[in-house]
């Protein structure tokens, strides 16, 4: 079954609503067909820069965040609702690419990370000011709407509200970061069982294995909690040490399953 031609360009804040809205379905599409889906020299660049300042297990975990995404999408995420603008498949999917593998730049280890202008800031705030750089040196043909659709979805990706509508581009970030984080159980037990087919996040994450993600995960947001009490990400969760104890060290879906 093929990727539909269009999606929502906008969509519920709310996940609730979201989810009634979606037609959401796991069906199973093999991780061959996701990643044949084309890409360009400007993701080529944005691989790289992400590969270069994002801390290795992190830069993995964007990467299957890209594909989760892909998976999301081909599984009953909105399209065609009456009166809601729509994205084409082909530009939805630019943008995802961007957005996800460049979201943790403000992860940054780097000595070109830290002693950039903004590494005081939120991460999310910090990487998406960096990625904002980047894609205007690397991806010139992008146009202010692209570069704000994914600078901005990289900045609000781990804050939520329960009114207001939210890109497209965004949610998927949303949705794809945090059930790469939590797994299946994300918003409670059971609560992304609809999105992803359990054979596909089982050769996604064989091809971009979880190694010591939840180490590396929990030491950057530790720090980020520490050092910066206001960042978003603590808005998002009453309780950081909480939150950081839901990171998932094992596979969502065990190799030999």
């Not at 009953?76 to 961007?98: A, K, N």
């Not at 359990?198 to 979880?210: A, G, L, N, S």
């Not at 009490?229 to 596979?251: I, N």
Request: overall charge negative; proline content about 7%.
């Amino acid at each position: 079954m093929p990727f539909p031609k269009t999606f929502d360009a906008y969509l519920p804040s709310n996940y609730k609503e979201l989810f009634g809205l979606a037609k959401f379905k796991p069906d199973y599409v093999p991780f061959e067909t996701l990643r044949a889906v084309p890409l360009d020299p400007a993701h080529t660049a944005s691989f790289e820069y992400a590969k270069k300042i994002t801390p290795h297990e992190g830069f993995i975990h964007s990467i299957r965040c890209y594909y989760f995404a892909l998976a999301i999408l081909h599984n009953g995420f909105p399209s065609e609702t009456p009166g809601v603008p729509q994205i084409t498949f082909e530009e939805l999917s630019r943008r995802v690419y961007h957005t996800c593998i460049l979201h943790d730049l403000g992860w940054t280890t780097t000595a070109e990370g830290r002693e950039h202008g903004a590494a005081a800031m939120t991460f999310e705030l910090h990487g998406g000011i960096m990625a904002y750089e980047h894609l205007h040196a690397a991806a010139p043909d992008l146009n202010t709407q692209q570069v704000g659709d994914i600078v901005q979805s990289i900045v609000l990706h781990t804050s939520e509200w329960s009114t207001g509508k939210s890109s497209a581009t965004k949610v998927l970030l949303c949705l794809s970061a945090l059930f790469d984080v939590c797994g299946y159980d994300a918003q409670g037990p059971g609560s992304f069982n609809p999105l992803i087919n359990r054979k596909t996040v089982q050769e996604i994450e064989k091809e971009y294995p979880r190694g010591d993600f939840a180490t590396e995960g929990t030491e950057v947001l530790k720090r980020e909690f520490e050092l910066k009490p206001d960042c978003l990400l603590g808005h998002l969760h009453a309780r950081p040490d909480e939150f950081l104890k839901a990171v998932r060290k094992e596979p969502i879906v065990p190799l030999d399953e």
